[in-house]
């Protein structure tokens, strides 16, 4: 009875030292009771940096959403300009989730139990109808599927479509770079000067022109 007094006592003071270092650090706007009791600006914003520019996918498809997401790491749309094309085999190397595809009760256990898997901190796009609301596949007589992933997991970033283009899962992998720096980058093509940019226009094959 002593002891667990004693170990109560502790407790208490360390709660009490805790909130006395919380009144005295710089409170952070915006930050909860689960953010850090002190942070490092500059260490911050270059770690955010380099986590938000190689997002590391997860190889994760579930249906017919995963072919466009496939199509994105392809030469044409390039998901490396952007490095997020290590797309990891397991979730245990894996920050990002992109949730391309329908899914249903049965798969639900699965998906949550990959997203445990993952390390922190992690993060989850929900690409195409299906993941975000359930699509084309939630009318009221169908029992067996989840109306939007983000009923089992947090989700970032929702890309509309059915399915999304590869342009639109770019966007969001921009976006969700732009949530973790808070600062949007521009498109490289955006940096090149007007005759660069005018040159590689002429150089791309003018499609359904040519026939
Ligand atoms: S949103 Fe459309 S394309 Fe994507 S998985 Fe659902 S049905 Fe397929």
Same mark, same amino acid.
């Given at each position: 009875?002593?002891?667990?007094?004693?170990?109560?006592?502790? =407790?208490?003071?360390?709660?009490?030292l805790? =909130?006395?270092?919380r009144?005295?650090?710089?409170?952070i706007p915006?930050?909860?009771?689960?953010?850090p009791?002190t942070?490092?600006e500059?260490?911050?914003?270059i770690?955010?940096?380099?986590?938000? @520019?190689?997002? *590391?996918?997860?190889?994760?498809?579930?249906?017919?959403c995963a $072919?466009?997401?496939?199509a994105?790491?392809m030469?044409r &749309? =390039? $998901?490396?300009?952007?490095?997020?094309?290590v &797309?990891? #085999?397991?979730?245990?190397?894996?920050?990002?989730?992109?949730?391309a +595809?329908?899914?249903?009760?049965?798969? !639900? #256990?699965i998906?949550?139990?990959?997203y445990e898997?993952?390390?922190?901190?992690k993060?989850v796009?929900?690409?195409?109808?299906? !993941?975000?609301?359930g699509g084309p596949?939630a009318?009221k /007589? @169908?029992? @067996?599927?989840?109306? %939007?992933? =983000?009923?089992?997991?947090p989700?970032?970033?929702?890309?509309?479509?059915c #399915?999304?283009?590869? /342009? +639109?899962?770019?966007e969001g992998?921009?976006?969700l770079?732009?949530?973790?720096?808070?600062?949007?980058?521009p498109?490289?093509?955006n940096?090149?000067? !007007?005759e660069d940019?005018a040159?590689?226009?002429?150089?791309w094959?003018k *499609? %359904?022109?040519d026939?």
């Amino acid at each position: 009875m002593e002891e667990k007094r004693g170990r109560l006592t502790l =407790d208490s003071y360390a709660k009490d030292l805790k =909130d006395k270092l919380r009144k005295e650090v710089s409170v952070i706007p915006g930050e909860t009771d689960a953010g850090p009791l002190t942070r490092f600006e500059l260490t911050d914003r270059i770690i955010d940096l380099c986590r938000a @520019n190689s997002l *590391w996918p997860m190889t994760f498809g579930i249906a017919c959403c995963a $072919i466009e997401m496939m199509a994105a790491g392809m030469a044409r &749309f =390039d $998901i490396s300009r952007y490095g997020s094309e290590v &797309f990891r #085999p397991s979730p245990r190397q894996s920050d990002l989730m992109i949730v391309a +595809g329908t899914v249903n009760k049965k798969f !639900a #256990p699965i998906l949550v139990t990959l997203y445990e898997q993952m390390p922190s901190p992690k993060w989850v796009i929900a690409m195409g109808n299906c !993941a975000i609301s359930g699509g084309p596949f939630a009318p009221k /007589e @169908n029992y @067996n599927i989840i109306e %939007g992933v =983000d009923k089992l997991i947090p989700v970032d970033v929702y890309v509309p479509g059915c #399915p999304p283009r590869p /342009e +639109g899962l770019i966007e969001g992998i921009l976006k969700l770079q732009e949530k973790i720096t808070k600062v949007r980058y521009p498109f490289p093509q955006n940096k090149m000067p !007007a005759e660069d940019t005018a040159g590689i226009q002429t150089r791309w094959p003018k *499609w %359904g022109k040519d026939k």
